[in-house]
């Protein structure tokens, strides 16, 4: 038995599940890896001010806690890396003909749809990481989506078939699992290579605007305080920020 997954909740409408771990945490601690899982999200939140769209019963929205005393609190992007790998393994396995990105930092794109996005939230105190909710929302078996997202895509769309979500999501924790182990047997080079190498527009000329300037570039890496690096075509280093840089498509 894993960690992620092993106590599971699926409920059948919340607000957030993000919010409804946290409200759990609030009453005491639940077991590392504790997932919540939602068939329906009433406020689904986004990075920032977005918010989540999700067709009810049709998706996979749920969050899990971790408490990684393992790791020291500025390595704390580690756990995206390894969370954002788990679920591309998961969605790869699914779409073995796809090419499957992770947009920097947290975002799961085949091709160039996204199909997940990830928001994290960490509990810091002392230089000590008490403890990270990932909310996962995946786009499984969703066929139609409101004009307003940018380019969403679903497995469905590419399967033409129903997944079951509650399998899936069993499947989903193994991957997650499996990378988390990898972060505990101190295997964080391969991580890095493989969260390298999965990276959309890694050592790829794309076009970005950054800080709202138009920016031609390649990715070269994400530094340890998970900044996006990239090289400009007159070999000018660029670092970003989350919202200082944009992808083109
Ligand atoms: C993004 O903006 O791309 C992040 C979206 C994260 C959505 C998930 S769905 C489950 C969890 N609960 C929420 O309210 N948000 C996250």
Redesign the pocket.
């Known amino acids: 038995m894993g960690i992620i997954g092993n106590q599971t909740f699926w409920i059948k409408s919340t607000a957030?599940?993000?919010q409804a771990l946290l409200d759990l945490l609030g009453k005491g601690e639940p077991e590392e890896g504790t997932l919540i899982a939602a068939l329906k999200?009433t406020s689904?939140?986004?990075?920032g001010t977005?918010t989540?769209e999700s067709e009810d019963y049709k998706n996979l929205?749920?969050?899990f806690v971790l408490y990684p005393e393992f790791l020291p609190a500025e390595n704390q992007f580690e756990l995206n890396k390894v969370i954002t790998l788990g679920i591309s393994d998961f969605v790869k396995n699914q779409l073995p003909g796809e090419k499957v990105y992770i947009k920097w930092p947290n975002?799961i794109y085949v091709g160039d749809k996204k199909i997940c996005?990830?928001?994290i939230q960490n509990s810091l105190s002392g230089g000590v990481l008490n403890y990270l909710i990932a909310?996962?929302?995946l786009n499984v078996n969703q066929t139609v989506f409101s004009k307003e997202i940018p380019n969403p895509v679903s497995l469905k769309l590419f399967l033409n078939k129903d997944l079951d979500l509650k399998k899936s999501l069993e499947e989903l924790c193994e991957c997650l699992n499996t990378r988390y182990l990898q972060l505990k047997n101190n295997l964080s080079e391969k991580i890095s290579r493989d969260y390298q190498n999965r990276l959309l527009g890694w050592k790829e000329w794309r076009n970005y605007l950054a800080n709202d300037k138009p920016l031609r570039a390649k990715i070269t890496g994400v530094n340890a305080f998970g900044q996006l690096e990239l090289i400009t075509s007159d070999e000018k280093q660029v670092v970003c920020n989350l919202k200082e840089i944009r992808f083109l498509f």
Do not use: A, K, V
């Open positions: 957030s599940t993000n999200q689904g939140r986004g990075l977005n989540w929205t749920f969050s975002d996005g990830m928001l909310g996962i929302g």
